[in-house]
């Protein structure tokens, strides 16, 4: 069975529901989920100051070498200035043993990200992660113009073809649409499709 990793990194709780939804794509093709967060960097006090929620819903990732147990790896992350959050650089900083092994060369990637505003550096995030994870060799699977309802202006929606996304506004009182979390679905079917066939 393929197995499919999906990380994330979440302080407000969007990201936490993209990567649900991710993992229910990937589970909807046959695969084996699993669902882990990268731990939390910035001090309490600034944590707190900023509002962010306690991010219990999936245990934290076991380590870097445990990426090496996935046929697919999964990343989300919010948009820091139209980069990757500290959080998750932090993380995969500590990569550098598996790139060197190859540890994850031939396995699939994917990204998926979120921002306060339809200009708030959607696509530089995804490239972001996207960079890390073909420097680990990984071959990439975006959210791809199958998944249609990412087209048009009717609403507000998330969606590019580097990856799934969704709007969280400034205040962060937007959660993620149904539009939002079918991209997402979308894309985590995508990968473990994919996988599953590089995996033969």
């Given amino acids: 069975m393929t197995k499919v990793l999906v990380l994330y ?16 794509g990937a589970r909807s093709a046959g695969a084996e989920v699993a669902v882990r967060r990268v731990p939390e960097t910035a001090p309490a006090e600034v944590a707190q100051a900023a509002g962010f929620q ?75 992660l996207i960079t890390n994870l073909l420097h680990l060799g990984m071959t990439i699977v975006g959210l791809d113009y199958g998944h249609q309802a990412q087209m048009g202006v009717d609403e507000v929606k998330g969606g590019s073809p580097y990856g799934a996304t969704t709007l969280a506004d400034g205040d962060g009182s937007r959660l993620p649409s149904e539009t939002d979390l079918a991209g997402a679905r979308y894309q985590g079917r995508r990968i473990a499709e994919t996988a599953a066939k590089l995996s033969v």
Wanted: glycine share 12%; no cysteine.
């Fill in 9 to 24: 990194y979440s302080s407000y709780g969007h990201i936490a529901k993209m990567a649900d939804a991710v993992a229910e």
């Fill in 54 to 128: 306690t991010d219990d819903s999936h245990p934290l990732i076991e380590s870097i070498d445990s990426l090496a147990d996935y046929d697919a790896i999964v990343v989300g992350a919010p948009t820091r200035f139209g980069r990757i959050p500290s959080q998750m650089a932090a993380f995969l900083d500590t990569a550098g043993g598996l790139w060197m092994r190859g540890a994850l060369h031939g396995k699939v990637g994917g990204a998926f990200t979120s921002t306060a505003s339809q200009h708030g550096g959607q696509e530089t995030t995804l490239f972001s």
